[in-house]
């Protein structure tokens, strides 16, 4: 055996040099792979981050704008409300048939009892929660827009 290894000790530190070499030049592709992955995924971490944050951004805005609508709307009513004279509103006759003559809930010194009339304070809450529930569709609709535009 040491016959051999004098023989061919030449070949033998030249295959070792050349596995050594080998084994290097693969740590430093492997080193080039992780850090060229690594720095993909920053990209795609800050990518996502930004794109949170536009949301965020956009949903806040939305949001915003739907609240000072609706305290907007509740400062309309309340001043509705205080000029509007409170007295029933005759939506119907007695025949079931239209009739807006009335304003005290008596048409021809009729008094209306029942489903037939409606507080004029209701019949503003009445609208008022109307506009509220379309001021609300505007908004999701806005920011449904605002998301899938950008």
Do not use: P
Not at 39 to 51: D, F, G, L, P, T
Not at 101 to 126: M, N, P, R, T
């Amino acid at each position: 055996m040491i016959v051999f290894l004098l023989k061919y000790w030449q070949a033998l530190a030249a295959t070792l040099l050349t596995s050594i070499i080998a084994i290097y030049l693969h740590t430093i592709s492997l080193s080039f792979e992780r850090s060229k992955i690594e720095k993909e995924a920053s990209y795609q971490v800050e990518a996502v981050n930004k794109k949170c944050t536009d949301d965020k951004l956009i949903t806040e805005k939305v949001s915003h704008e739907y609240q000072d609508k609706i305290e907007s709307l509740r400062a309309r009513l309340v001043s509705a409300k205080r000029m509007y004279e409170h007295s029933c509103i005759v939506v119907t006759d007695a025949t079931g048939r239209r009739n807006g003559e009335a304003k005290s809930g008596k048409l021809a010194g009729k008094s209306y009892q029942g489903s037939s009339y409606i507080s004029g304070e209701k019949f503003l809450d009445l609208i008022g929660e109307g506009e509220k529930y379309r001021l609300q569709l505007i908004s999701c609709q806005d920011f449904i827009n605002r998301s899938w535009k950008r």
